[in-house]
């Protein structure tokens, strides 16, 4: 099987992330260390994940994204992300279905005669 090379960049944002929980590392961390955008850093890790198929997950409770070393966090790290799809279902069901024509027929908005700065 041959090996793929990976850029500078995704090879420096790769060392970057931990291996298992022990230590937590954000996008932010990441961010600030190699003076990529949110954005850009959110990019690498995607191509990380599909293009060479790395493990990449986040706990969003202990804060940080790792490659998992056992099943079990395998499972904590995949939870945020099953919510998210969940969520995003949802969504896209009330989207699907929302009458485009008179969805605000049923809503009273409210103003603030002034906003104070």
């Not at 994940?49 to 997950?57: D, R, T």
């Not at 969805?103 to 005669?113: D, H, M, R, T, V």
Request: proline letters at 3%; one cysteine or more.
């Amino acid at each position: 099987m041959n090996k793929k090379e990976l850029s500078v960049i995704e090879s420096s944002v790769l060392s970057m992330i931990p291996r298992g929980t022990g230590k937590k590392v954000t996008l932010n961390d990441i961010c600030q260390l190699t003076s990529l955008n949110l954005r850009e850093v959110q990019s690498v890790i995607s191509s990380l994940v599909f293009k060479y198929k790395i493990p990449i997950v986040a706990n969003r409770g202990l804060g940080g994204i790792f490659i998992p070393l056992t099943n079990e966090q395998r499972s904590q790290g995949l939870n945020g992300i099953k919510n998210q799809v969940i969520d995003l279902n949802k969504r896209i069901e009330i989207v699907e279905s929302a009458d485009l024509i008179d969805w605000n027929k049923n809503i009273n908005l409210s103003y603030q005669e002034r906003l104070e700065v």
